[in-house]
C-alpha cells in the first residue's frame, strides 16, 4: 500500500487525534469566557473507532500520534485508549497535549500504558496571572503536574507558551531559566493574528522579538550550568532548545553538556574533585593526615558521591553517608564504589545493608574530622552547629550553613571551607567546557583534571593567605579576595559616561 506524503513528497507519518472537545479552562485566546457549542457525546469517536482509524492509518505509514483535545484528560480512561493504541505493532511513539490540570493523578498510569511524551500548555508563572488568562485554573495544579511527568518518565516534558504583547512577554527570561533550573522544553508560539478581533489580533508578538527577549542568555552572556535536579541530558535539552530559537547549534550556550555534545571530559567528576582538592588541603593547614582522615557526607548525588569515592582514593575513611531516604553509618568505612553501584541499581540508599541506620541530623553532628555537606541549603543552623564535632567542614552544596549557625562554628574553632571556594571546581569546569565550545578544540581528561588542580590548590591558599592577614574566616577572606579583585578591574577599566 503507497504511503501518505504531502504536495512536495514528504512522507507522512504523524497523525493528532483529538480525543475530545471538551476542556476544563476557559483561556482568552481559545474561547469566549461563556464557552463554546459542543458536540454530542454521541457524535465523538470511540476510543475503539479511534484505535480502528489508527490500524488503518498505521497501514499507510503514520508510526507516530498526538493526542490532543479540547483537554484529553477530562476524558475518561484515556490512560485505557494509550494501552490499546501501544498494542498496535507500528505505532513506536505516543505523545500528549495537555493544559496539566489533570495531568499528576494520571502521570504514573499513562506512562505505564505506553506514553512517552507530554507537551503542557502553560503561558505564565504568576499565579494571578494564570487565573486571569485561563479564567478558572490554578497554577499550582499545572506545575505538580509537570514535576510528577518528570518523576513518571515522561520526558522530555515540553511547555508550550503562547507570547502575548503586553500579557507575558515579560515572563521570556522566567521561562528560559525554567528551562536552565528545571529541564523544561519550551517552545515559544506566536499568537497568530488571523481572528479579526482587533482586541485579540493587536497581542501578536513576531518571532524575531521572542527572540530578542530570550537572546538575554547566550555565550556571550549568561551560560548556565548544572545544579540540583539536573543533569547531562537535561543540559543537553536546553542546549537544543536554545539552538532552536536562534535556528543553529550552539553548545557554548550551557555547561554540563554530554562529551558527545561539546561537554568537557571531566566536568559530571568536577564539583566532587574540587571538594576532595580542599578538604586535602585544609587538613594539610591544620597538620591532619589525609591517610586515615574519617569522613562524614550528607547527600550522596553527584557531589556527593564523587566527593567520597575520591576521598577514599586519597586514603581517607568514610565512615558516615546519607541521601533524602536514610543515613548509613559504618566505623569501618564503607566501599565507596559499593554504596555507588547499589545507588545505580536502586535509584536511593535505601535498604544498602553495609551500614547502619542514623538520621541526616544525626550524621551532622559525629565526631569525624571532615564533614561534607553536599544536599541542600540551611542544613548547619542555630539549632545543631554546637553540637557538630568536625575538624573540617567542607560546604558542598550552595549555602548548607545559615549566617547565625557560621558563628557558632568559628567560636568552637571548626574550619570552614566555605561553599563558594569549596563546590567552585563544578563551576571552575564549566569554564573550562565554554572555553573548549568556544575554540572548537577539546582537552583530555587529565589536562582538565590537572589545570582544575591547580586553580583549587591557588584559591585555597591565597584565601587562606588573606585569612591569616586579616585574622578573619575563611568564608569573609573568600569574599574580600572575590571582592576586591572585581573592584580592581572596575577601577582599571575606568566608567563610561
Known amino acids: 500500500m503507497t504511503g501518505l506524503s504531502d504536495s512536495f513528497q514528504r512522507p507522512i507519518n504523524y497523525l493528532r487525534i483529538s480525543v475530545t472537545d471538551r476542556c476544563n479552562l476557559r483561556c482568552q485566546y481559545c474561547m469566549p469566557e461563556e464557552g463554546v457549542a459542543l458536540m454530542s457525546h454521541a457524535d465523538i469517536l470511540t476510543y475503539e473507532e479511534i484505535v480502528a482509524i489508527v490500524r488503518a492509518a498505521a497501514g499507510l505509514g503514520i508510526n507516530k500520534l498526538r493526542l490532543t483535545g479540547g483537554e484529553p484528560l477530562v476524558r475518561a480512561g484515556l490512560a485505557e485508549l494509550v494501552r490499546m493504541l501501544t498494542a498496535i505493532e507500528a505505532i513506536d511513539d505516543i505523545s500528549l497535549t495537555t493544559n496539566g490540570t489533570r495531568l499528576a493523578e494520571h502521570a504514573v498510569a499513562l506512562h505505564a500504558a505506553g506514553l512517552r511524551r507530554v507537551n503542557v ?139 558527545e555534545m561539546g561537554g568537557s571530559l571531566g566536568r559530571r567528576e568536577a564539583t566532587g574533585r574540587g571538594c576532595m582538592i580542599v578538604a586535602k588541603e585544609a587538613l594539610a593547614h591544620l597538620g591532619m593526615d589525609v591517610k586515615g582522615a574519617t569522613v562524614a557526607i550528607q547527600g550522596f548525588g553527584n557531589v556527593g558521591s564523587i566527593g567520597a569515592q575520591l576521598l577514599q582514593r586519597e586514603g581517607c575513611k568514610v565512615v558516615a553517608i546519607s541521601d533524602r531516604t536514610c543515613g548509613l553509618h559504618n566505623k569501618a568505612g564503607f566501599d565507596v564504589d559499593d554504596a555507588i553501584a547499589w545507588v545505580a541499581a536502586h535509584q536511593t540508599l535505601e535498604g544498602y545493608p553495609k551500614g547502619s541506620r542514623l538520621t541526616n541530623d544525626e550524621l551532622l553532628t559525629l565526631d569525624v574530622d571532615v564533614l561534607l555537606p553536599a544536599a541542600l541549603e540551611n542544613v548547619i543552623t542555630t539549632k545543631n552547629a554546637a553540637s557538630i564535632r568536625a575538624k573540617v567542614i567542607c560546604e558542598g552544596a550552595n549555602g548548607p550553613t545559615t549566617a547565625a549557625a557560621d558563628t557558632i562554628l568559628e567560636e568552637k574553632g571548626i574550619f570552614v571551607v566555605p ?22 578544540y577539546f582537552w583530555t581528561e587529565q589536562t582538565v583534571n590537572d589545570r582544575l588542580t591547580e586553580i583549587m590548590q591557588g584559591s585555597f591558599r591565597a584565601v587562606l593567605q588573606l585569612a591569616k592577614q586579616h585574622k578573619v574566616n575563611m568564608r569573609t577572606a573568600a569574599y574580600m579576595l572575590a571582592i576586591s579583585r572585581v573592584a580592581t578591574v572596575h577601577r582599571l577599566r575606568g566608567i563610561y559616561a
Open 419 to 440: 561553599d563558594i571556594l569549596a563546590n567552585a571546581g563544578g563551576v571552575t569546569v564549566s569554564y573550562f567546557e565554554w572555553v573548549q565550545d568556544r575554540g572548537g
Open 121 to 259: 500548555s502553560l503561558d505564565t508563572l504568576r499565579p494571578a496571572r494564570f487565573r486571569e488568562i485561563t479564567r478558572c485554573g490554578n497554577l499550582g495544579d499545572t506545575l505538580a503536574s509537570i514535576r510528577a511527568a518528570h518523576e513518571a518518565g515522561l520526558e522530555p516534558v515540553k511547555i508550550n507558551c503562547v507570547v502575548m504583547a503586553g500579557f507575558n512577554e515579560d515572563e521570556l527570561v522566567d521561562f528560559a531559566v525554567k528551562t536552565r533550573d528545571e529541564g523544561w522544553h519550551v517552545r515559544f508560539i506566536e499568537h497568530m493574528p488571523v481572528s479579526g478581533d482587533a482586541s485579540i489580533d493587536s497581542k501578536f508578538v513576531p518571532v524575531r522579538e521572542i527572540r530578542g527577549i530570550i537572546e538575554t542568555l547566550g555565550p556571550d552572556s549568561d551560560v548556565p550550568a548544572p545544579d540540583v535536579n539536573t543533569n547531562e541530558r537535561v543540559m543537553a535539552w536546553i542546549m537544543d532548545t536554545y539552538s532552536m530559537h536562534v535556528r543553529h547549534t550552539v553548545t557554548a550556550v550551557v555547561t554540563g553538556k554530554p562529551v
